[in-house]
């Protein structure tokens, strides 16, 4: 299938501009947008109750002033919770985002974004997929979405449900796989998402002449990554967009 016409940028702020805000929440996407990325890169998941929020972890303690794991845990209750002291006084009152307002704030930027469907240990991957694909769908143009995922079966539902429409999956790995080639094929795969950190150039070059768009995560030193860009990585994933930007700016 034909793979959306996605201009792809060079740095994708991870979980949003998340060394400057919050992460995964709006202010870290307005942050990010500030900051001159065009894209971000954050974490969907269901509360207990259904409704799909942006997070990373599996319960809310890290990055709110709430306990309790996202399983067992409603929306009434979740967007109660303060996620924005932890990181500083002046995102006091900071919400967890639903998937609904991120997307609304995104189409207001005008910003890509790359979501990746988050199943921690014990969660769902179809209730996930089934919840949150149609409604990514129906609110952003597929240039402006990829989305990817670690677990096999959350991209294969994705390509299912997608029907004849165009969308743009990635492959997350930590340590690429024998089988990456195969795991690429059978969801016609738009990118791979490797750990920069243990990536090896023959792998970036055979992904590349295959024809998918490498995209690393999660790198924040420009000048330790800056020789890999010679590989064909298409872009990097970065807790540090304006560092990356200035850095690739003047080089
Ligand atoms: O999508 C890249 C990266 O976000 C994957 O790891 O744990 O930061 O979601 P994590
Ligand atoms: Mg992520």
């Known amino acids: 299938m034909t793979h959306p016409a996605i201009q792809l940028p060079s740095l994708i702020a991870h979980r949003g501009y998340s060394a400057a805000a919050p992460e995964n929440t709006l202010a870290a996407v307005r942050a990010a947008h500030q900051a001159g990325a065009t894209w971000v890169e954050l974490d969907v998941q269901l509360l207990g109750d259904g409704t799909p929020v942006i997070w990373h972890d599996a319960d809310v303690s890290r990055?709110?002033?709430g306990r309790g794991s996202l399983a067992?845990?409603?929306?009434a209750t979740a967007k109660t919770l303060d996620a924005g002291s932890w990181f500083g006084d002046r995102f006091a009152g900071e919400k967890?985002?639903?998937l609904g307002e991120m997307l609304a704030l995104l189409n207001e930027l005008e910003m890509g974004v790359n979501m990746e469907i988050k199943i921690n240990k014990g969660r769902d991957p179809i209730a996930l997929v089934e919840r949150a694909l149609p409604e990514m769908l129906d609110t952003l143009p597929s240039e402006r979405l990829i989305i990817s995922s670690f677990n096999t079966e959350a991209l294969t539902h994705c390509r299912q449900l997608a029907g004849k429409e165009?969308?743009?999956l990635?492959?997350?790995y930590n340590g690429v796989p024998k089988t990456w080639r195969a795991q690429c094929e059978a969801i016609d795969a738009f990118s791979v998402h490797p750990s920069w950190s243990r990536l090896k150039r023959a792998q970036v070059e055979a992904m590349q002449k295959d024809g998918y768009q490498v995209l690393c995560y999660?790198?924040?030193d420009?000048?330790?990554f800056h020789s890999r860009w010679a590989w064909g990585i298409a872009g990097v994933i970065t807790d540090e967009p304006a560092a990356f930007k200035r850095f690739l700016d003047s080089h």
């Open 170 to 172: 990635g492959v997350l």
């Open 222 to 224: 420009p000048s330790a």
């Open 63 to 65: 990055c709110s002033n």
């Open 166 to 168: 165009r969308l743009a």
């Open 218 to 220: 999660t790198a924040n």
């Open 96 to 98: 967890m985002p639903s």
């Open 72 to 75: 067992s845990m409603s929306w």
